[in-house]
């Protein structure tokens, strides 16, 4: 495994990217949004451009995942994280997929000490730009996992965001998850500390948006067997039926806004939606 230590340095980077997602929730919320006029072209893209599954094949793949710790200082609360959770965090992963033909293997951890990523990284900042240009690795079918304190900034109080498949050919660097640290298995943020933030996040890095979007009408998250949700759920509200019609809300779905505990599952309908994205822009066949 490569551990590699980089010092403080940020440099001002003058790339000024179009980053593919926007942060309008404080709180611990989301931080992975989408204009409704950027998701109408993306889905006119993907109707226009997907992959069929070959026949006869039966496929499985394994997405390399790199982990970037970016700590404060040398310890646990300062966000240096042990190996042992991410080794959990890796194996949560795979239960939470199971049965998708996806699965996840650590490709290589690296771990920068710096004050200012850890603390102000977040959606649309100039420092998550550095940071991913210093680090990622891998092609399109790398999942880059980036570790962070969310403290101050566009990122302040936010659990993870990440970018989508269809991204990825505009702004490869970019392409990644930044999640909380403290949200891995065993961590300390109570509530989501089951590493589920990752599998949520790790949901948008493979093409599926929240089971509210767009609300009750129209194409919602583009997933028809997820039933139609006002507005995110927290906690675990069972029973909760924000739109009439079509069930009640999918509260136990990874891509709700519910508590760890209360999450566990991705519909066959959001497999099939995520299997054609990854292999319509990742070259990932399951
Ligand atoms: N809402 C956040 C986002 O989309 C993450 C939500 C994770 N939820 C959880 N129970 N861990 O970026
Ligand atoms: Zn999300
Ligand atoms: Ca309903």
């Given at each position: 495994?490569?551990?590699?230590v980089?010092?403080?340095?940020v ?18 919320l ?43 200082d ?11 959770q991410i ?24 771990r920068?000490?710096n004050?200012?990523?850890?603390n102000?990284?977040?959606p ?14 891998g ?42 640290f403290?949200?891995?298995p ?15 996040e790790?949901g ?18 583009s997933?028809s ?40 599952e ?10 054609s994205?990854?292999?319509?822009y ?5």
């Amino acid at each position: 495994m490569l551990h590699s230590v980089i010092a403080a340095i940020v440099l001002s980077a003058s790339l000024v990217l179009g980053s593919p997602v926007n942060s309008t929730l404080a709180g611990r919320l989301c931080g992975t949004t989408i204009s409704e006029e950027k998701l109408v072209a993306a889905e006119v893209h993907f109707a226009a451009n997907a992959v069929p599954k070959a026949d006869f094949t039966i496929a499985a793949a394994t997405v390399p995942v790199y982990f970037h710790v970016i700590s404060k200082d040398s310890t646990l609360a300062g966000g240096n994280v042990p190996d042992s959770q991410i080794a959990d965090q890796i194996t949560v992963l795979n239960e939470d997929y199971a049965g998708s033909g996806l699965s996840f293997s650590l490709a290589a951890t690296t771990r920068t000490v710096n004050s200012q990523w850890f603390n102000q990284v977040g959606p649309d900042s100039s420092l998550q730009t550095t940071m991913k240009n210093q680090l990622r690795q891998g092609g399109a079918n790398a999942l880059n996992v980036y570790t962070v304190g969310f403290a101050s900034g566009s990122g302040a109080g936010l659990l993870g965001y990440a970018t989508f498949p269809s991204d990825y050919a505009s702004d490869p660097k970019d392409d990644g998850v930044v999640i909380l640290f403290s949200s891995l298995p065993g961590g300390s943020t109570q509530n989501y500390n089951l590493g589920r933030t990752l599998t949520h996040e790790a949901g948008h890095w493979v093409g599926l948006y929240h089971t509210f979007q767009g609300g009750c009408s129209g194409t919602g998250d583009s997933v028809s067997d997820t039933p139609p949700e006002a507005s995110p759920a927290s906690g675990c509200p069972t029973g909760r039926d924000t739109c009439s019609g079509g069930g009640v809300d999918p509260i136990h779905n990874y891509m709700d806004y519910s508590d760890d505990p209360c999450m566990d599952e991705f519909t066959a309908g959001q497999v099939t939606r995520f299997a054609s994205q990854l292999r319509t822009y990742r070259s990932i066949s399951i």
